[in-house]
């Protein structure tokens, strides 16, 4: 590897696949730090839900963008680009590589390739849109977008109330689908990218999933969203794990029927991350078992870059 040579290793992939272990792992191997591109790891009081890895966990090694927020504070994808391209620039100075880690595909490609010059926010457009919302439910907004974007709504995230409204807005106020308006130009970054993507077969990552909700109900994740019952229409709890459970507290749900949601919604979420990440012609896709293969191919992909 040259001494001037930056090298930003992606560990990307599916809900509950093993992104987390995999990354400390490689961080403990090419002696480097990790910066978490978990939309919802972000969040201080979002913990189990999250499945945020615990400080044993981390085996020490450093975590950037873990716990930095809370969900009162108001953050975007736009704020985590310019964040997160500052503290690699920090971590370059040190050290030759670091790793980026998370299932957030907006949150990763913004950080790879840049955020898109897409039209300015239309306040009447806006407005309305949002009124329509507290009129019509989700469900409105969700097949506004599917008529809109079928493209973009095939791989969205579609119980985010935010980024729907976003995505509609710019598809009326520019006449063009959001999709269209994305991803053309890709920015210059000073460090080279080795994305690492991870799969399974899909019976065994439905057990994984399974097994990580049933896992965090053990940890206590019924009362982390008690706690959080106030904040319940804050955007960042518009998430699977907290909303399903906001159902059973409010009463419109039983907890087996909640549990049962959960990993139903979070499979869901799972094949979209899949969608988006297959997207990206630079992964090399492996299972999360292949860890002396992954090794082997960082170290090649090192030699030859």
């Known amino acids: ?8 290793i992606v560990v990307a992939g599916p809900t509950a696949i093993g992104k987390s272990d995999l990354s400390v792992s490689l961080a403990k191997t090419f002696d480097c730090e990790i910066i978490s591109a978990d939309s919802r790891q972000f969040f201080k009081e979002m913990s189990i839900g999250t499945a945020k890895p615990t400080i044993n966990e981390m085996q020490g090694v450093p975590h950037h963008f873990v716990d930095q927020l809370s969900i009162e504070t108001p953050y975007n994808v736009g704020q985590f680009e310019r964040e ?3 503290t690699l620039d920090g971590l370059f100075k040190k050290k030759s590589v670091a790793i980026m880690v998370g299932g957030s595909g907006l949150y990763i490609n913004a950080v790879l390739y840049g955020m898109d010059d897409l039209p300015a ?3 009447a457009v806006r407005a309305d849109l949002e009124a329509k919302y507290r009129e019509f439910g989700l469900s ?3 097949e506004k977008l599917k008529s809109l974007d079928p493209e973009y709504y095939a791989t969205a995230e579609i119980n985010n109330t935010n980024r729907i409204l976003r995505a509609i807005e710019v598809s009326m106020v520019s006449g063009i689908p959001y999709s269209q308006l994305r991803t053309h130009k890709k920015a210059q970054r000073d460090f080279k990218v080795i994305f690492i993507a991870l799969n399974s077969d899909r019976e065994n990552l439905y057990e994984r999933i399974n097994q990580r909700v049933d896992a965090m109900m053990k940890k206590g994740l019924l009362n982390e969203v008690q706690n959080l019952l106030p904040y319940k229409s804050n955007n960042a709890l518009n998430t699977v794990g907290y909303k399903e459970l906001f159902e059973y507290f409010q009463g419109t749900s039983s907890i087996e029927n909640a549990i049962a949601m959960i990993k139903q919604n979070s499979r869901r979420y799972a094949k979209r991350q899949l969608t988006w990440f297959k997207k990206n012609q630079e992964a090399k896709w492996f299972e999360p078992e292949q ?6 191919y960082i170290n090649q992909c090192m030699r030859n870059k």
């Open 1 to 8: 590897m040259a001494n001037n040579d930056k090298y930003l």
């Open 84 to 86: 997160v391209l500052m």
């Open 121 to 123: 926010s239309d306040p």
């Open 140 to 142: 409105w907004l969700q």
């Open 291 to 296: 860890k002396n293969a992954i090794v082997d």
